[in-house]
C-alpha cells in the first residue's frame, strides 16, 4: 500500500507494530533506519510522529550509540484497541 493511502493513525500503528517487534524479539529496540523501512515513511514525517508518540507515552526512548524506541505498555494497549476497531471497521466494508 502507498504511503499516500494510509491515515495518519495507521502510520502510527505501522510504527508501534515495528516497535512492537523489535522490542519483543530480544532485541534493545528499534532504530529510525528501521522504522523508516519497515513503516515505509520519510524520516521528515517520521521524526514528528516519533516525537508525538514517545511525548504521549506510548514509545520509549533508549538512548545508547544510537537512539532505539521501544513500544511501551500504552502503546500495546492503543495498537491493540487499533487492531479491534480496524477488523470491525473493515467487517462493515470501511477501510481504516
Not at 56 to 70: A, D, F, N, Q, W
Not at 89 to 94: I, M, N, S, T
Amino acid at each position: 500500500m502507498a504511503v499516500s493511502n494510509r491515515t495518519h493513525v495507521s502510520i502510527i500503528a505501522d510504527i508501534l507494530d515495528t516497535a512492537k517487534t523489535y522490542t519483543f524479539e530480544g532485541q534493545k529496540g528499534v532504530t529510525v533506519t528501521h522504522l523508516i523501512r519497515k513503516a515505509n515513511v520519510p524520516h521528515s514525517r517520521l521524526s514528528g510522529i516519533v516525537s508525538e508518540l514517545t511525548s504521549r507515552g506510548l514509545l520509549h526512548e533508549i538512548p545508547e550509540e544510537s537512539v532505539k524506541y521501544r513500544i511501551s505498555e500504552k502503546g500495546l494497549e492503543f495498537l491493540k484497541a487499533y487492531n479491534q476497531f480496524k477488523g470491525f471497521a473493515e467487517g462493515f466494508g470501511l477501510r481504516v
